[in-house]
């Protein structure tokens, strides 16, 4: 009974270890055309597949303009703000993510702009148009809500 149970063991092992070892993953390309290109076989440089480049590429130069800028102002960068993002600008804003523990290779980093004085600007946002952004006024409270509270304070332990 055991070296049935043995045998029955080794031979599921064997048809399930056998598949993998007997298959092939080698493509062997056709004979008929040697060399010559077929149609499944289509050259893909030069097309334009579906591979899109997204996000921001480049930085407008105004906005180059208003970071070097800024970077004068923190003594980070000398020379004139002429808008192009440099090597020079590079360096600068890199010595400036550096200086305040922020990553410096992807540039310019989103808390430096900020604490630049670069942040977003909301003024066009829809609920910013004739609307104040300053703390609200403290709610006048009646006094008769503010009665318990005064006779409370007043009693002694």
Do not use: C
Request: glycine share 8%; hydrophobic share 35%; aromatic share 8%.
């Amino acid at each position: 009974m055991a070296s049935s149970h043995a045998f029955l063991a080794f031979v599921i092992s064997t048809a399930l270890l056998a598949p993998p070892a007997f298959a092939s993953n080698v493509h062997r390309s056709s004979t008929s055309g040697h060399g010559q290109i077929t149609s499944s076989h289509k050259p893909t440089h030069g097309k334009r597949g579906s591979h899109r480049v997204r996000g921001q590429q480049a930085i407008e130069p105004e906005r180059v303009t208003q970071i070097q800028q800024a970077l004068i102002r923190e003594h980070y960068f000398t020379g004139d703000a002429d808008g192009r993002w440099d090597a020079t600008t590079i360096a600068a804003m890199q010595k400036y993510q550096a200086d305040h523990g922020w990553q410096t290779k992807l540039m310019p980093d989103s808390r430096a702009l900020k604490n630049l004085g670069l942040g977003p600007d909301y003024s066009g946002a829809i609920n910013a148009g004739g609307s104040s952004f300053s703390v609200p006024p403290s709610p006048n409270t009646p006094q008769s809500q503010t009665a318990g509270f005064v006779a409370a304070s007043r009693v002694k332990q």
